[in-house]
């Protein structure tokens, strides 16, 4: 059992490696992979305070700064004040940014089918039911 679990462990862990580096390296991927991720943190959890994100995605809240910056330029995100704290803004995502996120998803989407036509179709229904599993939920589609 040991070893199949190290198996899987080393299996994910290199096959999460390998959709990253294909996803940056992607022509059409409209943001970079930190981006993606606050983007997808403040779409799917609402709006967050700088310093919250910065906590989130382990970076320091200059970094985060810097992001969010290049995303408002973009017009993926806007700051909006705090109703709770007047000195705080909050980042939250715009119309674009949500089509940003749908198209760097669909651009995983995309990769990751490449990686399991590999697989029997039948393969392929085990391998997203073992998944949802070992997670607890069933995955959410679309946005």
């Known amino acids: 059992m040991e070893s199949d679990v190290r198996r899987i462990a080393v299996s994910l862990v290199k096959l999460q490696k390998q959709l990253n580096a294909a996803l940056a390296q992607h022509p059409e991927m409209p943001v970079t992979l930190p981006q993606l991720m606050l983007l997808n943190l403040t ?5 967050y305070r700088l310093t ?20 408002e330029k973009r017009g993926f995100v806007r700051r909006v004040p705090d109703p709770g704290d007047r000195r705080a803004v909050l980042v939250e995502v715009t119309e674009e940014g ?31 039911d073992l998944l949802e599993r070992l997670t607890g939920e069933r995955a959410r589609t679309g946005f």
């Open 43 to 47: 779409h799917q959890h609402g709006p």
């Open 98 to 128: 949500r089509g940003a996120l749908r198209k760097a998803w669909n651009l995983r989407e995309e990769l990751l089918g490449r990686v399991t036509a590999r697989l029997g179709s039948e393969e392929v229904k085990l391998l997203a």
């Open 52 to 71: 919250d994100l910065a906590t989130k995605i382990e970076v320091k809240p200059s970094a985060v700064t810097v992001m969010v910056d290049r995303l």
